[in-house]
């Protein structure tokens, strides 16, 4: 059984996260062919979509957790199977969390708040999560 405070739990929690975007945008995509405001032949692409929706807000927090999450399998897979690496378990738990308050700002708003937060997200898990003595 897996550790669920491991580095590599923190990687499924990741994953998780990343999936749950295109489990929302496929509910958002049914709810609005059920109700008739699109045709199935309507929808348009889900890159670089517009974030005046919740649909596209969403779509771009996925792309940006999908983008990041091929970099933390990489650097959690390596540190994992390096025989005498220091545990990075703590890091990874801080990652989640950062990306997770990063793409819950994403989707809830792209004014002055929501885009400051998202920033402020973005800025701790780019550089200072690094420096917090995990």
Not at 30 to 52: L, V, Y
Not at 94 to 121: D, E, K
Request: some cysteine; glycine content about 8%; overall charge neutral.
């Amino acid at each position: 059984m897996m550790d669920p405070t491991s580095s590599l739990a923190a990687l499924m929690a990741f994953a998780g996260l990343t999936f749950l975007h295109v489990a929302i945008e496929v509910i958002c995509r049914q709810f609005m062919f059920i109700s008739g405001k699109i045709k199935p032949t309507e929808f348009g692409k889900s890159r670089n979509a517009s974030e005046d929706t919740f649909q596209g807000r969403v779509s771009n927090s996925h792309l940006n957790c999908l983008e990041n999450l091929q970099l933390a399998t990489v650097v959690i897979l390596i540190n994992h199977l390096a025989e005498g690496a220091p545990d990075i378990s703590k890091q990874c738990w801080y990652y989640v969390a950062a990306r997770t308050g990063q793409a819950l700002s994403h989707c809830a708003s792209v004014g002055l708040v929501g885009v400051t937060s998202r920033f402020l997200f973005f800025f701790d898990v780019q550089g200072p999560s690094h420096f917090h003595g995990l």
